[in-house]
């Protein structure tokens, strides 16, 4: 069974740094792609960032320069660093296998998240 | 930058309506559009793909069609457990979401 487990959210103050893993298990990221989402409270989906399979990392224009993903092929796990953390930056924060042919890129399945908090 | 526009933002409805949702795009996206549903405190759960392709295990009460530009998501004889957040989503734009309420 696909499986995606994240961790390391909490509180942090503006300013600060975090970083969340994604541990997966029944596929190999080195094999797949993996995306970071993000959901603010009472607010919509944002796609955050990916790494390929072959290592090219993307992220969104909120958070480039900031946040960095990588993955450990030993561990099977995927991370997301946050440095320089801003209030906005609050939210749940999902990994999700995706699924990219051509034009067609699905997130299937997600993990359960984990909550940041950037507050003072 | 593509956008993907939702509609209705929110809708009431009763156990064993026909509810419709529609999600325009900015621009052609052929068929490669993918509709998820959330559930307070739970991930989103993709539940129909490349427009009108159900997902593995997911009722036959929904549905999807469209291409393009313009496309709807329709759930025929809504259940109890189908009162949740509905979002299209198309590349890495999502819509805003509709919440299919009692």
């Known amino acids: 069974e696909v499986q995606l487990v994240e961790s390391g959210g909490g509180l942090v103050q503006p300013g600060g740094s975090l970083r969340l893993s994604c541990a997966a298990s029944g596929f190999a990221v080195s094999d797949n792609y993996v995306s970071w989402v993000r959901q603010a409270p009472g607010k919509g989906l944002e796609w955050v960032s990916v790494i390929y399979s072959g290592g090219t990392t993307y992220y969104a224009d909120s958070v480039k320069g900031r946040f960095t993903i990588s993955r450990d092929i030993s561990k099977n796990t995927v991370y997301l660093q946050m440095n320089s953390l801003r209030a906005e930056d609050t939210a749940v924060y999902y990994c999700?296998?995706?699924?990219?042919?051509?034009?067609?890129?699905?997130?299937?399945?997600w993990g359960q998240g984990t909550l940041v908090t950037v507050s003072s | 930058d593509l956008q993907m526009t939702q509609s209705p933002s929110s809708l009431s409805a009763s156990v064993g309506d026909r509810v419709t949702i529609t999600c325009q795009a900015s621009q052609d996206i052929t068929i490669y559009l993918n509709w998820y549903q959330q559930k307070p405190g739970k991930a989103p759960k993709l539940l129909i793909y490349?427009?009108?392709h159900l997902q593995t295990g997911v009722p036959s009460r929904f549905s999807g069609g469209g291409s393009g530009t313009h496309f709807t998501f329709s759930i025929s004889g809504l259940q109890p457990e189908d009162f949740a957040t509905y979002y299209c989503q198309q590349d890495t734009s999502f819509g805003g979401g509709t919440k299919v309420v009692i």
């Open positions: 490349g427009a009108s």
């Open positions: 999700a296998k995706e699924y990219t042919i051509r034009g067609d890129i699905r997130f299937d399945p």
